[in-house]
C-alpha cells in the first residue's frame, strides 16, 4: 500500500481522542485517507503491480478449480471426452486447433471431430482449422483453399492455423524453399483477416532446433528433436537458418498490419524475452501462446527473474496460456490426463506463487512468478478472448 502524504499524517492520540476539539478534524483525515486511496486504485497511469501487495491481489493454489481459464492450443485428433471432462474439472475452456502435419489426420477429418466435439460440448471447446499446402503449385490452390477456409468459418472455425511445413519441408516448382511471406499467401491471408479471424502462425522452431543436442536449454526440446532428426535443423544446414524464418514471419506481418495473428510457441522467440518483447513492441497486432514453451520461461526465470516477471507485467494483454497437449490413440488416456492435470498444476504454481520450483524439462531450480490476479486473469481467459473474440461466447 502506498504511503500517505504527510499532509494526512496525525498523531495517535489526536486520531484516537473522543473530544469534541477533534471531531470534526478526524472527519476530514477519514474522507482524505479514502480520497487518496481511490486515488491509487482508479489512477490510469498507475504503476504496473510490484512488491509487497496484499494477499488479496494474489491466487493460491485453493483458486485453481475456481478460476475460469482457456487454453487455446490442443489437438485433439479423435473423439475423446475423458480430456474435455478433465478439462471441465479443472474449469478449463479449450481451442483444438487443427495442423496440416503428416503425424495428425487429414484436415477434413480434424474438422469433423471438432465439430462433433463441439455439439456435444458446446461451452467447452472451440477449434482452429488450417491451411494445406498439398496442392501448392496448383494454379487452383489459392482458390480452393478459400473455399475451404469459408467452409470451415462457417462450421465455427475461430482461427487458422499455418504449420512450420511452410518454410521448413514446402518447395516451390523450383525446388525453392517456400516462405510465409510468399506472395501466393497474401490473398488467403487477406480473406482471413476479412473474415476477422484469427491467423496463429507456428513459424520456424526454438532456436535450440539449431543447436546440437547437448547444447539445446530445455529437456524438452532434447527430447523432440532426438526424436524427430529430419526437423532437427543443426542436422540441415542447407535449410533455411532461424533468422531467415523470424526475417519471413515479420515480413509478412508488415504487409498485414490489421491481421490479428497469434504466434504459436510464444512466437518462436521463446529464448529470449527481450527478442519477444522487440517483436511485441513492433507489432501491435500480434500475441503471443505460451503451448510448449513454458519451460523456456521457467529456465530464464533460473537466473533473471526479476526480467520475466517485468516482462509479464509489461506485455500482460499479449501473453495467451496455452500447452500443446494432444489426444491420438497412442496414449493411454487415464495416464494422458493425469500429466495433463499435474502440469496445469505446475504452471498455475509458477504463475501465481513466489514458490521455489523444480519441473522436469529444466534441470536448476526457480522460483514462480506471483503475478497479480489481474494479470493472472488475462493470461489464462481474457487475452484469448480478445484474440479470439468467439471464444468470449462460451459462457
Not at 468459418?153 to 525446388?175: E, Q, S, T, Y
Not at 526440446?221 to 537458418?241: G, R, T
Amino acid at each position: 500500500m502506498a504511503t500517505l502524504p504527510a499532509e494526512i499524517i496525525i498523531e495517535q492520540k489526536m486520531i484516537n481522542s473522543t473530544s469534541p476539539k477533534y471531531l470534526n478534524i478526524k472527519i476530514i483525515i477519514v474522507a482524505a485517507i479514502s480520497a487518496f486511496a481511490c486515488f491509487q486504485s482508479c489512477s490510469p497511469s498507475k504503476p504496473p503491480l510490484t512488491g509487497n501487495l496484499p494477499a488479496q491481489l494474489y491466487y493460491t493454489a485453493d483458486d485453481y478449480k475456481s478460476v475460469e481459464k482457456i487454453n487455446t492450443h490442443v489437438h485433439i485428433r479423435m473423439d475423446d471426452t475423458t480430456f474435455l471432462n478433465l478439462a471441465a474439472a479443472d474449469n478449463f475452456r479449450v481451442l483444438n486447433v487443427s495442423v496440416n502435419s503428416p503425424s495428425a489426420p487429414p484436415i477434413e477429418k480434424q474438422r469433423n471431430i471438432s465439430v462433433r466435439l463441439i455439439k456435444s460440448y458446446p461451452t467447452r471447446i472451440s477449434y482452429a482449422t488450417t491451411i494445406s499446402v498439398k496442392n501448392w503449385n496448383s494454379e487452383a490452390w489459392q482458390q480452393e483453399m478459400i473455399y475451404f477456409l469459408k467452409e470451415s468459418f462457417d462450421m465455427g472455425a475461430v482461427g487458422v492455423k499455418v504449420w512450420k511445413n511452410i518454410g521448413m519441408d514446402l518447395r516451390d516448382k523450383n525446388g525453392k524453399f517456400v516462405m510465409i511471406d510468399d506472395p501466393r499467401f497474401d490473398p488467403i491471408i487477406d480473406f482471413i483477416e476479412k473474415s476477422n479471424k484469427t491467423l496463429i502462425g507456428h513459424l520456424g522452431e526454438p532456436r535450440n532446433c539449431w543447436l546440437p543436442i547437448e547444447k539445446m536449454t530445455v529437456q524438452g526440446d532434447k527430447d523432440y528433436f532426438k526424436a524427430h532428426p529430419q526437423y532437427h535443423m543443426y542436422l540441415h544446414p542447407e535449410y533455411p537458418s532461424y533468422e531467415d524464418q523470424l526475417n519471413a514471419k515479420d515480413r509478412m506481418l508488415a504487409k498485414h498490419p490489421n491481421l490479428r495473428f497469434v504466434g504459436a510457441h510464444l512466437g518462436s522467440l521463446e529464448w529470449s524475452v527481450d527478442e519477444l518483447a522487440k517483436r511485441l513492441d513492433r507489432f501491435p497486432n500480434m500475441a503471443v501462446d505460451m503451448a510448449e514453451r513454458i519451460s523456456h520461461l521457467q529456465y530464464q526465470a533460473v537466473t533473471d527473474w526479476q526480467k520475466v516477471h517485468d516482462f509479464f507485467i509489461k506485455y500482460q494483454d499479449r501473453l495467451i496460456y496455452a500447452t500443446d497437449q494432444r489426444v491420438d490413440s497412442t496414449q493411454i488416456p487415464s495416464q494422458r490426463n493425469t500429466e495433463a492435470h499435474e502440469s496445469w498444476l505446475r504452471h498455475w504454481k509458477f504463475f501465481t506463487s513466489d514458490e521455489k520450483m523444480k519441473v522436469p524439462k529444466v534441470e536448476k531450480e526457480f522460483k514462480g512468478l506471483k503475478l497479480p490476479r489481474e494479470v493472472v486473469d488475462k493470461i489464462y481467459r481474457k487475452n484469448a478472448e480478445k484474440w479470439f473474440p468467439e471464444m468470449a461466447k462460451l459462457h
